[in-house]
């Protein structure tokens, strides 16, 4: 392969974009933080134990959105995202 060659094929690879996961890993992909939060939703609104969320539904297993949500709560996601859903309601009340 010539140096032009190497430079062209480089420069390619340099484009390509990023798959954000390894091709080859050890277990499975992760479950998209969407479908961890709706798996959450599903569990908390209709008062399931966390065993009973089934992969069936989409959301991953009960198992891991409920580490997720310990590790958010950890974070302060909901804390934030309570303030702001409470900011929406009382604008939309005032109006």
């Given at each position: 392969m010539t140096r032009a060659q190497r430079a062209g094929a480089?420069?390619?690879?340099?484009?390509r974009e990023p798959s954000g996961w390894p091709e080859r890993?050890?277990?499975p992909r992760p479950v998209p933080d969407r479908l961890c939060l709706q798996g959450i939703l599903y569990v908390l609104c209709n008062?399931?134990?966390w065993q009973l969320l089934t992969l069936e539904l989409g959301f991953g297993s009960g198992?891991?959105?409920?580490?997720?949500?310990e590790r958010w709560q950890k974070a302060g996601v909901f804390?934030?995202?309570?303030r702001i859903l409470l900011a929406e309601l009382n604008l939309s009340v005032q109006t």
């Open positions: 480089a420069g390619r690879a340099a484009h890993s050890p277990g008062d399931l134990a198992q891991t959105c409920w580490r997720r949500l804390g934030r995202l309570h």
